[in-house]
Nanobody, 121 residues
Framework: QVQLVESGGGLVQPGGSLTLSCTASGTIFTINNMGWYRQAPGNQRELVAVIAGDGVTNYAGSVKGRFTISRDNGKRLVYLQMNSLKPEDTAVYYC???????????????WGQGTQVTVSS
């Protein structure tokens, strides 16, 4: 079955950097959009950044210029490079991908388990 597994979260000081990674595994025909979402306590899950299969990207206004999303299609990986981190970036970050796979021939959204990012001095 399809799985998304994130890594790279942790504790960082304000102004610091972190890179999140997410890899997709299982029997996969096509990976369409890949993205990162986050959810802070008491808040709804929100889009951080998304990258299409052709490399076109889109960012939330709050992270534009600080975060960079990229992907390696051959390795089924998506990255989120986060620079100039702020306390308000503290959240659980979730990887998302729209994937065509056996049983999901028109595509379905899959989610990782989430990784905690804490920005604090």
């Amino acid at each position: 079955q399809v799985q998304l597994v994130e890594s790279g979260g942790g504790l960082v000081q304000p102004g610091g950097s972190l890179t999140l990674s997410c890899t997709a595994s299982g029997t996969i025909f096509t990976i369409n959009n890949m993205g990162w979402y986050r959810q802070a306590p008491g808040n709804q899950r929100e889009l951080v950044a998304v990258i299409a299969g052709d490399g076109v990207t889109n960012y939330a206004g709050s992270v534009k210029g600080r975060f960079t999303i990229s992907r390696d299609n051959g390795k089924r990986l998506v990255y989120l490079q986060m620079n100039s981190l702020k306390p308000e970036d503290t959240a659980v970050y979730y990887c998302n991908a729209n994937i065509r796979a056996p049983g999901y021939l028109t595509g379905a959204d899959f989610w990782g388990q989430g990784t905690q990012v804490t920005v604090s001095s």
